[in-house]
């Protein structure tokens, strides 16, 4: 559904530049697993850099590749720009799309869907904190429950959403506090209201958090009756974490790549 794949390249947007802070690598393994509904399994290895509000994620395994993530490929954030470059390295070319450009995306999206949240409630619970990686964590158990009802000209769905996160998150990793400001200064909208105010509580919720080294997201999907449509669990661990310097050419599209346009651009549809 293009709609559900839309929402979670915004979260993807926000994890993947919402922790950029200087001279630090990590390796992170990603695994998504459906138990009821459609199978959308995949597991993806990332290893990624992070220096002066720059981010560079590369895609070092993915067991089922799309327009976004793929081998011998990688995600660019730079800072100076606020442009997120999606590049393959493989065909030699790239993509781009700017934070603010995503107000567009939504502005689109808005004309032919009609999105309404109710009903929605957001519980966090503080569990026991423990240690990854030599990092002491803070944990934090989010549980946020919704109705989406969702209108594409004369179809009408609705949706009854459980999601229940677990985050296991630190504040002691050097060069933390060296957040991207220009980033954080952004509202980060969807241009859906109901959306828009979900999204915001629930990084309130857990913005004191640090950086997070492992988090487990299970996901329940209902229809109105009640019934269990889909059910999955996507499960992020930072295998491995050190401090690092690079140089600047290091956040750099390598010269002689093609730019091409990206299916935001075209207005053809979203993805």
């Not at 009640?226 to 956040?251: L, Q």
Request: glycine share 8%.
């Amino acid at each position: 559904m293009r709609i559900k794949k839309f929402f979670v390249f915004l979260m993807i947007i926000w994890v993947f530049t919402a922790f950029s802070f200087a001279g630090i690598e990590w390796f992170t393994d990603i695994k998504s697993v459906t138990t009821k509904g459609k199978k959308d399994n995949n597991d993806i290895a990332t290893h990624s850099y992070a220096q002066a509000g720059n981010v560079k994620q590369v895609f070092e395994g993915v067991a089922n590749e799309n327009m976004l993530h793929f081998q011998d490929g990688y995600w660019l954030f730079k800072a100076a720009e606020d442009n997120i470059y999606i590049v393959n390295d493989k065909k030699h070319e790239y993509m781009v799309i700017s934070i603010d450009g995503l107000l567009q995306v939504a502005g689109i999206l808005g004309q032919l869907v009609k999105i309404q949240i109710i009903d929605h409630s957001i519980n966090t619970e503080a569990l026991p904190d423990e240690t990854l990686l030599g990092y002491p964590c803070n944990h934090l158990k989010i549980t946020t429950d919704y109705t989406m009802k969702i209108k594409i000209a004369f179809i009408k769905k609705t949706m009854k959403i459980h999601e229940e996160k677990e985050i296991w998150g630190t504040t002691k990793i050097p060069g933390l506090a060296e957040f991207h400001k220009g980033f954080l200064k952004k509202n980060f909208k969807t241009g859906i209201p109901d959306l828009d105010e979900l999204i915001a509580e629930q990084i309130k919720q857990q913005k004191e958090i640090g950086f997070p080294l492992k988090v487990i997201t299970h996901t329940i999907q209902k229809n109105k009756k009640g019934k269990v449509r889909g059910e999955s669990t996507t499960t992020m661990t930072v295998t491995k974490i050190n401090t690092k310097k690079f140089p600047a050419s290091f956040f750099e599209v390598p010269a002689g790549y093609d730019y091409v346009e990206g299916p935001w651009e075209k207005k053809k549809g979203i993805f």
